[in-house]
């Protein structure tokens, strides 16, 4: 079978016409035609060979890992699902470890050895390719209501997991037992497809939400964060000072550029009893200088929590699956408008060579 891969040896990018097609063979498995996959920045470093592991005996790894696929055959012991069904498979798969309580409890989000892999990035072949073979305990199930946007719920979950998270940490403020977000100030960083997807599941939980970004209006991405009920702000017209001044306490930070400089420079208005949440991986770019005794100062005398986050959990993917729905009768020209860019799977080194627009797609099938 046809899938899109990097070949890390001569750092080439080609379509791979013979990828091996295995039999379903597990009884809990499920075999996935694989409809759409969508191109993210971590594709973008792995096609230019930054990171990325093929798997074992293979020179050459499969990219792609924000899935949507239907099920063509299921194993008789695969639960509910059946063929016909549509669904996200999860990114990352345990490591063996019985001594890792994450990878134990089904969590290899949390894994503890470093010792995980994931489809796309690390160790396993990734979804762009015709077909996959996987465990059912891995599918998350997809109502067709939402089959045409479904292909963001991964990106969504990174936000999903962050603001589950971040529920749980604000529990320790004795008034809010249950964490609630609700009436909070949020302020998103970043109007890509992780941050506009963040900013919208803010805006489900009732806060309050600035996105701040390079971009100046008028711009796509301003428009889709009115469209939402939020408040845009460039970066280009304002200093995050600035930008905070209008706002007030600002209780939840979601940082979705991945610039460590900015990242850190946002601690600086972060309100009282606040949390700054970290999703980018802006790798190494050298020493830094940074006042850490004001900033400790800073973030002590405030009681301010740094959250860092990768990958997502089950809960973080149902929850994703669950408010797309609800972002589509809400906002349905906004998610809608955050894919921006389709090419079939010949084309698949266009969006990965060229980061256009907000969110692009490959459909692999129709
Ligand atoms: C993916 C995560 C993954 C991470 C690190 C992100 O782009 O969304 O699922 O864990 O990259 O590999």
New binding site residues.
Partial sequence: MKGAAVFPGDKTLRVVADVPDRKLESPTGVKLRMLQVGI????REIASCM?GTPPDGFNYLVLG??GFAEVVEAGPEAGELQPGDLVVPT??RPCEDPACMACVNDRP?FCVTGLYR?HG??GMHGFLREFVLGEARYMRKVPAAIRDVAVLV??L??AEKAFLQAERIQMRLPWNERGVLQGSQAVVLGAGPVGLLGAMALRLRGCAVTVYSRERKPDPRADITRAIGAKYVSAQDRTPEEMAAGIGNIDLIYEATGSSKLAFRMLNVLGRNGVLILTG?PGAHGPEAVDLGALITNMTLKNQCLLAT???GNDAFDRAIADLGEFCTLWPDAVRGLITGRFTLEQFETPIRNAAGIKNIIEVAS
């Fill in positions: 993210c920045a971590t594709d990171f890992h924000e990114v990352r989000d994931e990035i690390m991964e990106p979950t990174i991986v990768v990958n997502a």
